[in-house]
């Protein structure tokens, strides 16, 4: 085995897959007509193929006599050797043909926790069905993460909340879930806009009320957001606190700290640790969507968009 592999990290690159696959047969078929005619070769080119490899070897691979050939002890060792090599290179061709195919490989993915909490799952679930060898790779990232990576190569993929034209210089957009925006409160009896979970509220209630948001490093569109929607109250909501992650706003409205504008899938994060109420009347909603790159997408980034943009059933209204 040993002798095998000095031969091979001396001599590959001088050699040829065709001189090891002509090799393997002859040693199987211990007779070079019978060889050659599995290979499909004529016996002449075969045993000029054998010849020159046992030159570069600089060892013979055969003892030869008549019309059969045996293996010498060189020939024995080297047989597993050259097999492995043949192997390993047909192993690398199926899996750049995979690849190539849609069928191996895997996806970086990035997402937010909050805003894709049914739509990730769902694409999850879609791309299993149809890519099971494909491996994905999540990465919990705020806005900015996301849209970085994807320009830099880090993320194929890219789930979250429609951006500005600005933000989204050289990258593309797929709307695919709208929700509407409602008001988080703390649960259990409470005074003014806490009350009543199921009852909509108006704007001009939040005037001076203390508010909850993400943190504007990490969210600063979620500000913009905030800034459009309060821009027509002469009392907006005053920002107290600024959190990095839904957990940690979700606790804070829980405790009683103030209110948080949200969409309304917050609902399956929260669950009864919150209420949510809706706007009324509505303003726009919250448009959750796929991000990739500008150009043509690989056959697996274009399944998981494909997974990913199929509709799901409603749930908010």
Wanted: positive net charge.
């Amino acid at each position: 085995m040993l002798l095998g592999m000095r031969y091979l990290k001396g001599m590959v690159a001088d050699m040829e897959l065709r001189h090891l696959r002509y090799f393997v047969a002859v040693a199987e078929a211990q007779n070079i007509t019978r060889a050659a005619a599995a290979l499909h070769v004529s016996q002449p080119p075969l045993s000029r193929q054998i010849r020159d490899l046992e030159a570069e070897l600089g060892v013979p691979l055969f003892q030869r006599g008549g019309k059969s050939v045996r293996l010498t002890e060189a020939g024995r060792m080297f047989v597993p050797e050259a097999l492995a090599v043949l192997q390993r290179a047909e192993a690398a061709v199926q899996s750049v043909k995979a690849a190539a195919g849609g069928d191996r490989g895997e996806v970086q993915v990035g997402y937010a926790p909050s805003l894709s909490i049914e739509l990730l799952p769902a694409a999850l679930r879609r791309f299993q069905e149809t890519s099971p060898g494909v491996k994905i790779v999540l990465h919990d990232l705020s806005t900015g993460e996301m849209l970085a990576g994807l320009r830099e190569r880090r993320l194929q993929v890219a789930l979250m909340a429609r951006v500005s034209p600005a933000a989204l210089r050289g990258l593309l957009f797929a709307e695919v879930l709208r929700y509407p925006v409602c008001v988080a409160a703390a649960p259990g009896p409470s005074r003014g806009v806490g009350a009543g979970a199921e009852a909509g509220i108006r704007l001009s209630e939040l005037a001076g009320e203390r508010l909850i948001a993400y943190s504007r490093a990490d969210y600063p569109e979620y500000h913009d957001w905030l800034e459009t929607l309060f821009s027509g109250m002469r009392r907006p909501p005053v920002i107290v606190e600024e959190h990095d992650s839904a957990m940690s706003l979700i606790a804070a409205v829980e405790a009683g700290r103030g209110l948080a504008m949200v969409p309304a899938c917050l609902a399956c994060l929260a669950g009864p640790r919150l209420k949510l109420r809706p706007l009324k009347p509505a303003p726009p909603p919250l448009i959750v969507g796929i991000v990739t790159r500008r150009g043509v997408l690989t056959p697996l980034e274009q399944r998981f968009v494909d997974a990913a943009r199929q509709p799901l059933a409603p749930r908010w209204s």
